[in-house]
T-cell receptor
Framework: NAGVTQTPKFQVLKTGQSMTLQCAQD?????MYWYRQDPGMGLRLIYYSASEGTTDKGEVPNGYNVSRLNKREFSLRLESAAPSQTSVYFC???????????????FGPGTRLTVT | QKEVEQDPGPLSVPEGAIVSLNCTYS??????FMWYRQYSRKGPELLMYTYSSGNKEDGRFTAQVDKSSKYISLFIRDSQPSDSATYLCAMSRSGGYQKVTFGTGTKLQVIP
């Protein structure tokens, strides 16, 4: 049981390049999330998927797109990377759906992205 | 003003000490209160969560919520060097989907 896995672990991009961050969970969880973590800013939600087939914007969605490929997988795409997107990206999943949806989240190990 | 405030530390304590980590918040609608532990270069790991006010204990960890003061605490008894990590508080409202608001984390170092 691997929990939440993310690939790649590290990535360096040039401004304007695109890439997709992959996330998969093997816990049969309904909900999945993408966060970014920056010094002094805490974790900020980029997008979330409350259930298979649905996605919604979080607080910092600009410059990103997501795909909930199936119940297990949730990918994050940067279409045209900018230096402001240099960050550590975490994927998370949660078993709950409905009231208190996001209170119990399980995080992946993160992807460290640098955009030059 | 941020919705959730957390002292960044670092907080250094000797092994065996009782550690108190705290967060204040401004949104009185928050009902769920969580504590996550994050080791360096790892993802956050949920320690415990509480609903509304009161205390919750799990081994050496006790979470306390005082909604009247908008103040939450995490106490660690008999602290160990393995407790050295950054501790994030988090909170959300109840009802349907409610996003989680995270604190910026307090870095704790337990010195052997």
């Amino acid at each position: 049981n691997a929990g939440v896995t993310q690939t790649p672990k590290f990535q360096v991009l040039k401004t304007g390049q695109s890439m997709t961050l992959q996330c998969a969970q093997d816990m049969n969880h309904n909900s999945m999330y993408w966060y970014r973590q920056d010094p002094g800013m805490g974790l900020r939600l980029i997008y979330y998927s409350a259930s298979e087939g649905t996605t919604d914007k979080g607080e910092v969605p600009n410059g990103y797109n997501v795909s909930r490929l199936n119940k297990r997988e949730f990918s994050l795409r940067l279409e045209s990377a900018a230096p402001s997107q240099t960050s550590v990206y975490f994927c998370a999943s949660s078993p709950h759906q409905g009231t208190g949806l996001a209170r119990e989240q399980y995080f992946g190990p993160g992807t460290r992205l640098t955009v030059t | 003003q941020k919705e959730v405030e957390q002292d960044p530390g670092p907080l250094s304590v000797p092994e065996g000490a009782i550690v108190s980590l705290n967060c204040t918040y401004s949104n009185s609608a928050f009902q769920y209160f969580m504590w996550y532990r994050q080791y360096s270069r790892k993802g956050p790991e949920l320690l415990m969560y509480t609903y509304s006010s009161g205390n919750k204990e799990d081994g050496r960890f006790t979470a306390q919520v005082d909604k009247s003061s908008k103040y939450i605490s995490l106490f660690i008894r008999d602290s160990q060097p393995s407790d050295s990590a950054t501790y994030l508080c988090a909170m959300s409202r109840s009802g349907g989907y409610q996003k989680v608001t995270f604190g910026t984390g307090t870095k704790l170092q337990v010195i052997p």
